[in-house]
């Protein structure tokens, strides 16, 4: 069995003009490891003191504050940010903002011990992030599709707070980051005037993008940021989604994923459905995810490996998941397993068959998949 598996996974190599399997960039797989240390030589100790604050004890929308601080950090670095703005992003919060009421650090004793971990640029960035009002920057920059210099009144004193225009873009680059992180239905409720909306929801993927896209349309007008570092989204900053857009878009999916009651066999109408879903929002890797798993189930391999390797490219662009019912990790190793199952021209049936999935590479099968247990 193991041999017919080797001479299979062999002749679709010679028949491919490329190798089994998908890579993703070296970040990414970074990422997916753990191996922080390869996104910042500061990453262990940097965590360490994250470990050693309140960071894994605070709830925060869909895991812990450590968990939102940690995935903010490396979408920042995965976009190949600043390594001071990756590390605002990790820290952004540490001594509360104008959003937030809890607070890991004490501004008032603590600045000299973070600025000697993470370096003076990098803690002023902090600083200055939780003590300006972040809605005041925000609706500047939504208004004006740009950053430029700007002042704020500091929260606690009422003193005036100046802001660079490099010290904007590092704040709006982190907000993006932010809320594209922490983001689902939930807020998008309370956002819409619903306060009385049960955590966490349906669960249902965010509103926010809309606006998000006007913040990285204005990181690109505003000329801080080199073209060759701009977030790798919304087409390299330069495209707005339509608000409307993007709420059909999340509704076509959810029509798709989240319907009630018994399983549906998906068919052609679904695809379709996800195909409208892409075109509405084409900066989601998701509807393209899903569609690719039901083309393997019709046995359309080579459109269901264009629509998984589709998705993966978003999924690294972003660095993080829109559906956030499952990880960033959990979505990617799916959507790499697709591909994989793509290029070998088989999708199982039966229920031992779709648990025994898993590799995303030749080297990492064993045998084949199991067949065997169908209940």
């Known amino acids: 069995m193991l041999f017919l598996l080797r001479r299979r996974l062999s002749t679709m190599t010679a028949a491919s003009s490329r190798p089994l399997g998908v890579g993703v960039p070296p970040k990414i797989e970074a990422i997916l490891r753990g191996?922080?240390?390869?996104?910042?030589?500061?990453?262990?100790?940097?965590?360490?003191?994250?470990?050693?604050?309140?960071?894994p004890l605070i709830w925060h929308k869909h895991g812990s504050f450590l968990d939102h601080l940690r995935d903010?950090?490396?979408?920042?670095?995965?976009?190949?940010q600043p390594q001071s703005w990756c590390r605002l992003g990790l820290f952004h919060s540490a001594y509360s903002n104008s959003f937030v009421s809890m607070n890991l650090y004490d501004a008032t004793k603590d600045r000299s011990n973070l600025a000697s971990l993470v370096g003076p640029e990098a803690e002023t960035l902090v600083y200055k992030f939780c003590v300006i009002n972040r809605q005041q920057l925000e609706d500047e920059v939504e208004a004006e599709l740009t950053i430029r210099d700007t002042t704020s009144t500091h929260i606690h004193t009422g003193e005036r707070v100046e802001l660079s225009s490099v010290e904007a873009a590092a704040c709006v680059a982190e907000t993006i980051a932010d809320q594209m992180d922490q983001s689902l239905s939930w807020q998008s409720d309370l956002e819409a005037g619903h306060t009385a909306s049960l955590w966490p929801g349906l669960y249902m993927p965010t509103l926010r993008m809309s606006k998000l896209s006007k913040f990285a349309n204005a990181l690109r007008n505003g000329g801080v940021v080199?073209?060759?570092t701009l977030p790798p989204i919304f087409d390299s900053c330069s495209t707005l989604l339509d608000a409307q857009n993007e709420r059909q878009a999340r509704d076509?999916?959810?029509?798709?994923?989240?319907?009630?009651?018994?399983?549906?066999?998906?068919?052609?109408?679904?695809v379709a459905t996800l195909c409208d879903a892409s075109a509405l929002n084409p900066f989601v890797a998701e509807p393209h995810v899903v569609r690719a798993q039901i083309l393997l189930q019709m046995g359309r391999f080579e459109e269901a490996e264009h629509a998984a390797r589709k998705g993966l490219d978003i999924f690294c662009d972003w660095a993080t998941q829109w559906d956030k019912r499952m990880p960033f990790?959990?979505?990617?190793?799916w959507t790499r397993c697709l591909v994989f199952q793509a290029q070998l021209r088989e999708w199982p049936t039966t229920h031992g068959g779709l648990e025994s999935l898993g590799a995303v590479d030749p080297s990492m099968r064993f045998r084949p998949l199991n067949k065997d247990r169908l209940g």
């Open 226 to 228: 080199p073209a060759d």
């Open 35 to 55: 191996a922080y240390g390869e996104l910042d030589p500061a990453a262990p100790s940097m965590l360490d003191k994250l470990h050693d604050s309140s960071a």
């Open 329 to 333: 990790v959990a979505w990617v190793a």
């Open 252 to 270: 076509l999916y959810w029509r798709v994923v989240g319907r009630p009651g018994d399983v549906k066999v998906a068919d052609d109408d679904d």
């Open 72 to 80: 903010v950090w490396v979408m920042l670095c995965a976009w190949e």
